[in-house]
């Protein structure tokens, strides 16, 4: 595991923890994880794309 990748786990485990910890009622709570969950599907997604993108890119400049 890289170094970047151990980081992102880090913080990952924190704001759980924080979450978790956190004075909120457990409905709100959810909904905020919920939140955070799809922000993250979507930013995942977007980099995924982006790389995908990429990768053509390179692959038809090499073709030509």
């Given at each position: 595991?890289?170094?970047?990748?151990?980081?992102?786990?880090?913080?990952?485990?924190?704001?759980?923890?924080?979450?978790?910890?956190?004075?909120?009622?457990?409905?709100?709570?959810?909904?905020f994880?919920?939140?955070?969950?799809?922000?993250?599907?979507?930013?995942?997604?977007?980099?995924?794309?982006?790389?995908?993108?990429?990768?053509?890119?390179?692959?038809?400049?090499s073709?030509?």
């Amino acid at each position: 595991m890289n170094k970047g990748t151990a980081f992102g786990f880090g913080l990952l485990a924190g704001m759980l923890i924080g979450i978790l910890i956190a004075p909120r009622p457990g409905e709100e709570t959810r909904e905020f994880i919920s939140d955070k969950v799809m922000d993250i599907i979507d930013q995942t997604n977007d980099k995924t794309s982006e790389v995908v993108n990429k990768v053509r890119s390179k692959t038809e400049e090499s073709a030509a």
